[in-house]
């Protein structure tokens, strides 16, 4: 027997240019795509602005999660990419802002870029459905 599955669907969808979709769920889990400084109309939010773009970010992760039928407070891990590690304390600072106790698990790396040279973070997602 195989698990329900079905594509989250945003509109407009700002990741369609790339063949990237926003996420799925899978049984009760939700997958989000890598969430960027991308606005709904695929322009990049924030360049040179650490926290315009993580704004935009979570703006983003909230929207899909939304379309998903779930929210912020149902997420259970984050993968977080940074480009500059020297921006870790505000990765901090921004889980007690757009999280509540219990926090989510939580993995965050350096790399050397992201899939746009102006991206500065990238934030993928694991959700309760």
């Known amino acids: 027997m ?3 599955k079905q594509v989250i669907k945003l509109n407009p969808d700002p990741l369609a240019a790339f063949a990237i979709s926003p ?3 899978v049984g009760d889990l939700i997958f989000l795509s890598g969430q960027a400084a991308i606005d709904e109309q695929g322009q990049i939010v924030g360049v040179d602005d650490f926290d315009a773009q993580l ?10 999660l939304r379309a998903a039928g779930s929210s912020r407070d149902q997420i259970v ?3 977080i ?9 505000k990765i ?10 219990p926090y989510p698990a939580d993995t ?3 790399v050397n870029a992201l899939a746009l040279p102006e991206l500065m973070v990238e934030i ?3 959700a309760a459905a």
Do not use: C, H
């Not at 979570?58 to 899909?64: E, G, K, L, S």
């Not at 990419?81 to 304390?89: A, E, Q």
């Open 92 to 101: 901090v600072a921004a889980r007690k802002t757009y999280f509540a106790p």
């Open 2 to 4: 195989s698990a329900y």
């Open 108 to 110: 965050t790396v350096e």
């Open 77 to 79: 891990k984050v993968t």
């Open 55 to 64: 704004k935009q970010v979570f703006a983003n992760i909230d929207r899909v």
């Open 81 to 89: 990419y940074l480009t500059d590690m020297s921006n870790f304390p």
């Open 124 to 126: 993928d997602v694991i």
């Open 23 to 25: 996420g799925w769920q």
